[in-house]
């Protein structure tokens, strides 16, 4: 159980295009559901929180033009990134709570490798 | 502020032997920490959790051990195995009424298993 899945897990574009990534939760309901970016060699920085039905929350520093969340269902969360730049290529992970606040166990998708040219 | 670290970035061991990583955290109300490993590429995967209520939880090969008095955290890895190669997060959360779900996660240590 508690299985995120996430696509695509590479994607090269050009810069200036957008680049959209899937969160699903495959066999749990997900209210909520984060994002975040990871350099090589280093942590995960939370990019926003997603919750269904509602805006994400971003956390500062990181512009919500830049990086639109979409939370439309509860196993289903897209992340965009729009006019993509070299300085976006990183890898991109999302992450889903199965029972809200009992515990704060995120299951994490396998990641997205973005590299913008 | 508020951190969650880890000692040593780098750990390297022989196969077979025990393995220990370290975090420190800063927040002594956090209640709720969780371990994660990251092979290379790929998401990070559940290891094992501990409440701030205890202060040893032990699972299959690994243990957690919870200091509140100095704020450290430790995961050991029994009979370190190759496969246990990769680098290891260690996570703080805050449950309760405010409780947003987020994690803080410290800075990763880079397990090495050397055959």
């Known amino acids: 159980g508690a299985v995120v899945s996430q696509h695509p897990s590479r994607v090269i574009c050009k810069s200036g295009t957008s680049v959209k990534i899937e969160c699903r939760s495959l066999d749990f309901q997900a209210t909520t559901m984060f994002w975040y970016r990871q350099f090589p060699k280093q942590s995960l920085m939370l990019m926003a929180t997603?919750?269904?039905?509602?805006?994400?929350?971003?956390e500062q520093g990181v512009e919500k033009d830049k990086f639109l969340i979409n939370h439309a269902s509860l196993t289903l969360s897209t992340l965009t990134v729009t006019s993509a730049h070299p300085e976006d290529s990183s890898f991109y992970i999302c992450s889903a709570g199965g029972q809200p606040w009992v515990k704060n166990i995120q299951y994490f998708g396998a990641g997205t490798r973005l590299s913008v040219l | 502020g508020e951190s969650v670290g880890l000692h040593l970035p780098t750990l390297s061991v022989q196969e077979g032997d025990n393995s220990i990583i370290n975090c420190a955290y800063s927040?002594?109300?956090?209640?709720?920490f969780i371990w994660y490993k990251q092979e290379s590429g790929k998401g990070p995967q559940f290891i094992i959790d501990?409440?701030?209520?205890?202060d040893k939880r032990q699972g299959q090969r690994v243990t957690v051990l919870l200091n509140k008095t100095v704020k450290h955290l430790s995961l050991q890895i029994a009979a370190t195995q190759p496969g246990d190669s990769a680098v290891y997060f260690c996570?703080?959360?805050?449950?309760?009424?405010?409780?947003?779900?987020?994690?803080?996660f410290g800075q990763g240590t880079t397990l090495q298993v050397k055959p």
């Open positions: 927040n002594s109300a956090s209640d709720y």
């Open positions: 996570a703080e959360a805050r449950v309760g009424s405010s409780n947003t779900g987020k994690l803080i």
């Open positions: 501990i409440r701030s209520n205890m």
């Open positions: 997603s919750n269904e039905g509602s805006k994400a929350t971003y």
